[in-house]
């Protein structure tokens, strides 16, 4: 059963702390990324990577950090440095060679 | 930066009639574009693409028309179902600069039963 995986679904932070969310893909892509969904809003561009051991910056990468050791996986840390982290976080994967990115199911992301 | 948005955020139409989410488009450049509709709580799902170098496309009960002149997209969705009521987010991008893709913010179909 290919796709693309995030978890948990709920998550739930004290202020101050750092976060894991974790995102894995079975799909054999290049490509992943992360996005942060605030509602009524569309999704914004936190980092992304093409390749393993590589990733650049998106539109809001500050107080969010990544790394890409194995190509099936992207974690994505939020760090206390994130001044409103609460959120919804988006996964998607694609190939370099394609534009359509799938999607994971997200973590919804409470600090309180 | 460039930027997509949409001219309607939310869209209520009777079931059974043509559903038409608009969206406009700022980069010029931009060559590939894409409908995503989101479900409550759930990741975004692709519905159809579209090259700049087409007018047009159609899926099933799904049509995507693109104006690279006055840069607008829409997607038409034939004889709306109570499923189709979700968001729905155009995304653009330019495949000179990889697979980024720049989203709008939304439009939220409701299907009246």
């Known amino acids: 059963d290919g796709g693309i995986t995030q978890s948990p679904k709920y998550l739930f932070r004290k202020e101050g702390q750092n976060v894991t969310l974790s995102c894995e893909q079975n799909l054999n892509h290049d490509a992943m990324y992360w996005y942060r969904q605030d509602p009524g809003q569309g999704l914004r561009l936190i980092y992304y990577?093409?390749?393993?051991?590589?990733?650049q910056k998106g539109d809001i990468a500050e107080g969010y950090s990544v790394s890409r050791e194995k190509k099936e996986s992207f974690p994505l840390t939020v760090t206390s440095a994130q001044k409103n982290p609460t959120a919804f976080y988006l996964c998607?994967?694609?190939?370099?060679?394609?534009?359509?990115?799938?999607f994971g199911p997200g973590t919804r992301l409470t600090v309180l | 930066g460039e930027s997509v948005g949409l001219h309607l955020p939310t869209l209520s139409v009777q079931e059974g009639d043509n559903s038409i989410i608009n969206c406009a488009y700022s980069n010029s450049a931009s060559d590939y574009f894409i409908w995503y509709k989101q479900e409550s709580g759930k990741g975004p799902q692709f519905i159809i693409d579209i090259r700049s170098n087409m007018d047009k496309r159609q899926g099933q009960r799904v049509t995507v028309l693109l104006n690279k002149t006055v840069k607008h997209l829409s997607l038409q969705i034939a004889a709306t179902q109570p499923g189709d009521s979700a968001v729905y987010f155009c995304a653009e991008g330019d495949m000179e600069y990889g697979n980024k893709l720049v989203f709008g913010a939304g439009t939220i179909l409701r299907v009246k039963s």
């Open positions: 990577s093409q390749i393993v051991n590589d990733f």
């Open positions: 998607a994967s694609s190939m370099i060679s394609n534009n359509e990115q799938f």
